[in-house]
C-alpha cells in the first residue's frame, strides 16, 4: 500500500512492485522535503508583535492639566471605530537611563488604554506612575 494504491503481486512481477514501491516512496518523501524546506525559508525576518505609538502628550483644557491621562496616537489608526479595538490593551513606554539595574539599562513604563479621544484615533491611556513631559513625541507600544 502506498499511497492509496494496493499493488497486487499477481499482475505484475514481484521485482517490479518493489520498484513501484520504492520509487513512489521516493516521491512522497521528495514532496515532504520540499514542503519543509519552504515552510523554513518562509520566515527568515522576525516579526513586530505590537503595534507602534507615539506619546502626544497630558489630556487637557484650556487652562487646566491633566496628568494621569495621557493621549497617545496609534500607528495605523485613524477612526473612533478602529481605536475600540484597543480599549483595555496594555501599553509600554521603553526609555533608556544611565544607570544599570538587573543588568539592563532599559527601564519600561506600563500603561492602559482607556477610551478613544475624539474622532481621528487618538486614545487615552492610564499609566502606573504618569509619564514625564520629557517622553511626549516618543515612541511607545
Not at 518493489?18 to 516512496?25: N, Q
Not at 509600554?92 to 481621528?120: D, F, L, P, Q, T
Amino acid at each position: 500500500l502506498a499511497q492509496g494504491i494496493l499493488l497486487k503481486p499477481r499482475l505484475f512481477g514481484q521485482s517490479t512492485c518493489r520498484r513501484k514501491v520504492a520509487a513512489m516512496a521516493a516521491e512522497i518523501k521528495a514532496e515532504q522535503s520540499k514542503k519543509v524546506k519552504k515552510f523554513a525559508t518562509k520566515n527568515k525576518t522576525p516579526t513586530r508583535l505590537y503595534s507602534r505609538g507615539i506619546l502626544l502628550g497630558y489630556k487637557r483644557s484650556k487652562s487646566n492639566c491633566y496628568a494621569t491621562t495621557t493621549l497617545v496616537k496609534i500607528e495605523g489608526v485613524c477612526t473612533k471605530e478602529d481605536a475600540r479595538f484597543y480599549i483595555g490593551k496594555r501599553i509600554a513606554y521603553v526609555y533608556k537611563a544611565k544607570k544599570e539595574i538587573r543588568n539592563s539599562k532599559y527601564r519600561v513604563m506600563w500603561g492602559k488604554v482607556s477610551r478613544a479621544h475624539g474622532n481621528s484615533g487618538v486614545v487615552r491611556t492610564k499609566w502606573h506612575k504618569n509619564i514625564p513631559p520629557r517622553a511626549f513625541g516618543a515612541q511607545c507600544r
